[in-house]
């Protein structure tokens, strides 16, 4: 997992869930005001483990699940930043899949 901040809307207690080049899940332990069919910025921070550094998706959301204690945020990415840490990050994320 890796700490997200969505950009002018929720700066703390959101977790990455997970990511793939389509798009990317985020839980949200405190209330947000997110709408679906709008788009945001997620600032990525992955864990140090992972040698990469922060990066922005530019993402829109497709679905909110509420549970009793927290939200789960589905987003499409819609811009990917430029360079390779995006890419990076999700052959780490997979790597680590597999040795687990």
Known sequence: MARAVIQDVLKEDI???NISITGCCVV???SVNISINSSYKIKI?????AK???F???VEC???KETEHSKEIGFNIVDFPKG????R???YLAFRSELA
């Open 89 to 91: 990050y999700v052959d």
């Open 45 to 49: 921070e992955p864990e140090s483990d």
């Open 62 to 64: 497709k679905w909110i």
């Open 52 to 54: 990469i550094g922060d």
């Open 56 to 58: 922005v998706l530019v």
């Open 15 to 17: 977790m990455l869930k």
């Open 28 to 30: 949200c332990l405190s």
């Open 84 to 87: 390779e840490l995006f890419q």
